[in-house]
């Protein structure tokens, strides 16, 4: 069973940063596989980061990569993203996510998703 809640997010201007927590109520947070997901309006739900059931390995999109950071503390049952240097486009609903395999970058790929938190940057 795995029950996610996103927090942190809000709003900043564009340079500085912010840390997204997600906790996860369930009993088995660190069998999972985490990622995290933005949506902006009207576009596509779309891959930010993902992290192994270790932390040993993660994976970034592009657009992120150099100024997002993905980390988790199985002992609290949270996976975070720290987010630096944010855009404009950074602007979106960021949803965390959960798998059972460090499998890819699709939504396919996380069964479990948290209700999701705002992001705005502003310039």
């Known amino acids: 069973q795995v029950q996610l809640v996103e927090s942190g997010g809000g709003l900043v201007q564009a340079g500085g940063s912010l840390r997204l927590s997600c906790v996860d109520s369930g009993r088995t947070f660190s069998t999972y596989a985490m990622g995290w997901f933005r949506q902006a309006p009207g576009k596509e739900r779309e891959f930010v980061a993902r992290i192994s059931r270790s932390g040993i390995t993660t994976d970034y999109a592009d657009s992120v990569k150099g100024r997002f950071t993905i980390s988790r503390d199985n002992a609290k049952n949270t996976v975070y993203l720290r987010m630096n240097s944010m855009k404009p486009e950074d602007t979106a609903v960021y949803y965390c996510?959960?798998?059972?395999?460090?499998?890819?970058?699709?939504?396919?790929?996380?069964?479990?998703w948290g209700q999701g938190t705002q992001v705005t940057v502003s310039s």
């Open positions: 996510a959960a798998g059972l395999f460090f499998s890819g970058r699709s939504m396919a790929d996380f069964a479990s």
